[in-house]
């Protein structure tokens, strides 16, 4: 196949990708961001200032240029 033929038929399956829109579950999306924040809820909050610590290199050469 030339180039021309391939550079076509990659733009078409590209377009058809871009425009393709799948129908979508209303239900499952709710019930899914549903049992995330149920999961957080039980996790007990936001533990995100505990694991800052944990990223931290007080060795790194970027912590020392300032």
Not at 4 to 14: C, D, I, L, P, S
Not at 36 to 49: N, T
């Amino acid at each position: 196949m030339g180039r021309g033929r391939q550079k076509a038929k990659h733009t078409k399956v590209a377009r058809d990708l871009k425009y393709y829109s799948p129908p979508t579950d209303l239900t499952a999306l709710q019930r899914e961001l549903q049992s995330q924040r149920d999961e957080v809820s039980r996790a007990g909050g936001d533990d995100r200032a505990e694991d800052s610590d944990d990223w931290a290199d007080e060795d790194a050469p970027s912590a020392h240029r300032r």
